[in-house]
């Protein structure tokens, strides 16, 4: 089985008062998808963006978003997410949400899950 790369750029390290330039320029450079971290200070200690900063940036693309949801509780999220026009959600198995749960939310949304 032959695996096609894709380039998924993260967003985190862009910079915040030029977000929509920056979303632009990874897709006109060619890239696949953009990744989209959303931490929520509890996960972990830092702090990051939300579904109402994905929705802003949703015009500025049309590549699929995959978020990286760094929060809990998971399931409360995936609504939001959907709203913000995200496609992916990657979750992790240690946030302590029944992640059969979680999959079967995201799923029912019509996005796509990793793990």
């Not at 579904?51 to 693309?61: C, E, I, V």
């Not at 959907?82 to 979750?91: E, F, H, M, S």
């Not at 240690?94 to 749960?101: E, H, K, Q, W």
Request: hydrophobic letters at 45%; aromatic letters at 6%; proline letters at 5%.
């Amino acid at each position: 089985m032959t695996r096609t790369i894709q380039i998924i750029p993260s967003i985190l390290a862009a910079d915040y008062a030029r977000l929509g330039e920056e979303v632009m320029n990874v897709d006109h450079a060619g890239c696949d998808r953009i990744h989209l971290d959303m931490i929520d200070g509890h996960v972990f200690k830092n702090l990051s963006f939300g579904p109402a900063m994905f929705k802003a940036l949703r015009p500025f693309t049309k590549k699929p978003f995959d978020v990286h949801l760094m929060a809990a509780p998971a399931d409360s999220w995936i609504e939001p997410l959907k709203d913000a026009g995200c496609d992916r959600v990657l979750i992790h198995l240690t946030l302590g949400d029944d992640v059969a749960r979680v999959i079967q939310s995201i799923h029912a949304r019509a996005m796509s899950v990793g793990l």
